[in-house]
């Protein structure tokens, strides 16, 4: 199994909801992470975790709540969001978080819409 | 990490060869060259890497440069499939990539 899955695919709150995205990975990595994509732009990096504890955080807002439950399986629980935060939420996983020799296998992403 | 250069956007015919070009004048004698590509609506694909020897892989090659300030993707016989967003990506640790904006390969019949 090489996949990495996300859930849900598609997604729209209202600014006043909670949600949460799941991603899931059965390969045995141990560093997992969320990548935000606005439209026609590249990836950028939110949280990194690395052994279920973040190692990276790249100032966030809040309003975005990262969770590693297990080794397999990562959350981003979401609450209070803007308009502004609709986007495709990739997550990602590695064999490791350090070193040169890694690659990162994608999921397909949720498409969040925020109203 | 390095910043790169890459031309917005390229066509290639299908069957032909697509040479993807990437300028990382800036890069560090640790850093390796990534490349990744995003099919339309998907995640992130892994392509190959390199740090100054060319690569090969069942995807594509990677020529670097000898003062590794420049690379090519070769991809040798393209498809439709391989419409997509390519990405370069110099780096010291893959597990915090910084994706540039990539040139948007179209291949047509």
């Known amino acids: 199994d090489t996949e990495v899955t996300q859930t849900p695919k598609h997604l729209v709150m209202g600014m006043t909801n909670k949600k949460s995205l799941k991603c899931e990975q059965h390969?045995?990595?141990?560093?997992m992470y969320w990548y935000k994509q606005k439209a026609k732009k590249p990836p950028e990096l939110m949280f990194v975790y690395s052994y279920e504890k973040l190692s990276i955080n790249e100032s966030v807002p809040s309003r975005f709540s990262p969770e590693c439950p297990n080794s397999s399986l990562l959350n981003l629980h979401l609450h209070a969001l803007q308009p502004e935060d609709s986007a495709l939420y990739l997550c990602?996983?590695?064999?490791?978080?350090?070193?040169?020799?890694?690659?990162?296998?994608f999921g397909s992403g949720t498409q969040l819409s925020v109203l | 990490d390095a910043k790169t250069t890459q031309p917005p956007s390229m066509d290639c015919a299908e069957g032909r060869a697509a040479n993807l070009p990437c300028n990382h004048s800036t890069i560090s004698g640790n850093e390796y060259v990534y490349w990744y590509r995003q099919i339309h609506s998907q995640g992130p694909q892994y392509i190959i890497h390199?740090?100054?020897n060319n690569e090969t892989n069942e995807m594509a090659s990677l020529i670097i440069t000898e003062d590794r300030k420049s690379s090519t993707l070769i991809l040798p016989h393209a498809t439709l499939r391989d419409t997509a967003v390519y990405y370069c990506i110099v780096t010291g640790t893959a597990s915090k990539l910084t994706f540039g904006t990539g040139t948007r390969l179209q291949v047509t019949l």
């Open positions: 390969m045995g990595h141990r560093a």
């Open positions: 990602a996983s590695s064999v490791r978080e350090q070193g040169w020799n890694e690659k990162l296998f």
């Open positions: 390199g740090l100054k």
